[in-house]
């Protein structure tokens, strides 16, 4: 079995950092692809930003300039440094990744980190 394991969350005033950090664990797997998607009350789940497997990476307009994900492949982690942090930041931070599995890309999903940013 392959399980993603998020940390990082918590409480910080409008202006903080928090840095939130994936693993994930099993064997017979390479990592594709992880991201970190958000959920704010209320609202639909939305992609936060995105790394590929070369590096690539895709954020959403809203993170941008203010976030930077990063992956380390030798340790399958990925990290989510988030600077100058807003009320509009808060929700529930899930970790996403594409697992090659033999032949078979299987997409999978952390159980969320709480994001609280007061103001």
């Known amino acids: 079995q392959v399980q993603l394991v998020e940390s990082g969350g918590g409480l910080v005033q409008a202006g903080g950092s928090l840095r939130l950090s994936c693993a994930a664990s099993g064997r017979d797997f390479s990592i594709n692809y992880m991201a970190w998607y958000r959920q704010a009350p209320g609202k639909q789940r939305e992609l936060v930003a995105a790394?590929?497997?070369?590096?690539?990476?895709n954020y959403a307009d809203s993170a941008k300039g203010r976030f930077t994900i990063s992956r380390d492949n030798a340790q399958n982690t990925v990290d989510l440094q988030m600077n100058s942090l807003k009320p509009e930041d808060t929700g529930v931070y899930y970790c996403n990744a594409g697992l090659l599995v033999g032949l078979r890309l299987d997409d999978y999903w952390g159980q969320g980190t709480q994001v609280t940013v007061s103001s």
């Open positions: 790394i590929g497997r070369l590096g690539n990476t």
